[in-house]
């Protein structure tokens, strides 16, 4: 049987969702093996028996959160080497595909970014183009390596469990050498929303919010939605460039977009294309948001956001 | 210092843009250089005045890879102020993934180092086509360089630099010794427009045209044939269509609210 080496990073007392949907679809291709990074908890190790896993594998290494990804995908191309395994499951965050990108030239293993689904034979699905086009997409070496995107696969653990071994796995020396060195790490303060790439609802806000993202905010507050917003927005300072959607910062494709105050230019379209249902509020009749949207409300979002914020609250109590 | 700067030429996102040909690859015509590269070319800009410019010496080379019409990219980092550009082309090279983008460029960057030692490659976050963000990372494996990726700011201090990266939950600072594959974010610099001086300066500027002989790749490891993905199958997307759009009567909030209840999304 083939086996799958899925890659979990430091997942401290408990696996995320992300990592949770990583182990249900390396079963659908093959015998599913982890290599950990970080603390083992026991929690996490009965959830690995759970999901199937038949070997942990950890490095030898203490240090890998140090560097930035050299030292982790070594760890990896060793991991693989070690278990046969023909195919890499990664997370789809800028340092998975980083990782995947090294791994990819250590194995000589093709290498496949933002796949949403996986077939028995490898193929993976992905879009393109800002989500303009859906594409199947192979890679034509012994090995492949893939990254896939949250929310695509439903978590489910296997109908048999495992107990997985545990093995250790050598981190090849000198791999640190040529590798930047993390000197300090500061955490930013946590806004307790959900996190943007993986929300099942996202309500953002462009030029028309003028400064103002508090209805933004309270109506996804209400949705229990992460917040997003257009590169107008976060240029000018309104909000944390880390919330902006589309060309320079996240793709989403949530359950539910709500865009507000954004006319949709053909970019900002672009970055909202995969979302199942779109609704736009906006002064403007005329905006191209308009071409797309599942439901268009056309009014200024001062007076239509918060109403409807206080409308979910009166219906859910 | 030496820099290379990859600059890339792309389908401006301004307009559809679309697949074309049996293996689906990128249609570039109307293409421009990459908004992300700028802010690449911009750090290189400020590393090297910061150092007395091109009058002490310094080098920004921008790299591009691509066929004929991708010299408009490295004319216009020219015009930016980039001191020379090197514009790597073949018919080879059509189609090629990450993998086989970044062989190609590695061994660019090695033809460039054989006059002098190259201090710092550096690219922009990703390319807005491609988008995956592979191939700094895959060039630096390849090189065996340091890699410094999404540098939010960017210093040189004699043998090393010192970056700052902001994921969503953390701030990093990274330190790595020269050289290394840095890639910077839009949040690290302003860059400049082209001015009128530049534009004439850039018209004295050499661009050297690089084959794949030169070097010293063989066509089977780029283009479709030493890629090591394939594209099976492309479909355009059905265009979203309108559904139904109403004008605010005072209890549009309400009528919102509802129509999430029936999609089941509350």
Redesign the interface.
Known sequence: MAKVLVFIDNPGTALKKSSLELLTLARTLGESVVALNGELHSDVSSTFAEYGVSTILRPSAQDLDDY???PK?AYLAAAAENTGATTVLLDNS?EG??I???L???L???????VVAVEADG?AHK???????????????PVSVLTVKANNVVPEPAAAPGTPETVTVEVPAGSTA???????????V?SGRP??TDAR?VVAGGRGVDGDFGPVEELADA?GAAVGASRAATDAGWIS??AQVG??GK?VSP??YISAGISG???QK?GM?TAK???A?NKD?ESPV???????????LF??????????KK??G | MKIIVLVKHVPD???????TGER?T?DRDESILS??DEYALEAALQLAEARGGSKAGNQVIALSMGPAGAVNAVKKSLQMGATEGVHLTDEALAGS???AT?LALAAAVQRLGQDGPVDLIITG?AS???????????L???L???????ASSLDVDGGRLV?RR???????????PLP?VVSV???INEPRYPNFKGIIAAKRKSITTLSLADIGVDAAQVGHSG???????????P??????????E????????D???A?K??
């Open positions: 930035l990804v050299a995908a800028p595909k980083e995947a990108a090294r990819g030239i250590r000589n293993a093709g290498v496949i970014t933002d193929t879009s393109v183009l800002a989500g303009s086009y859906n594409t199947a997409c192979k890679a034509n070496t040529a590798a930047a060195r993390i000197t300090a790490r500061e955490q930013k946590a996190d943007l609802i949705l460039h880390d060309q320079t793709t359950q539910l230019a053909i970019q672009a294309q249902v779109i609704v509020v009749a308009f071409e797309i949207a599942d439901f268009g409300i056309v009014g200024d007076d239509v956001l918060p109403q409807a914020t206080a409308e979910i219906r859910k | 996102a301004q307009f559809d843009r679309h697949l689906y990128t908004e992300l993934d990450a993998a970044s976050m807005t086509d491609g988008e995956t963000s592979l191939v700094p990372a895959q630096a494996e390849r065996g360089l340091p890699q410094v990726t999404f970056a902001d994921a969503d939950t953390t701030s990093e600072t990274v330190e790595a290394a974010t839009d949040q890629s090591w993905t394939t594209v099976a199958n492309a479909e355009e997307r265009p979203r269509t309108a559904g139904t759009i109403i004008t605010d005072g209890d549009a909030g309400i009528k919102l609210v129509f999430l209840a999609q999304l509350l």
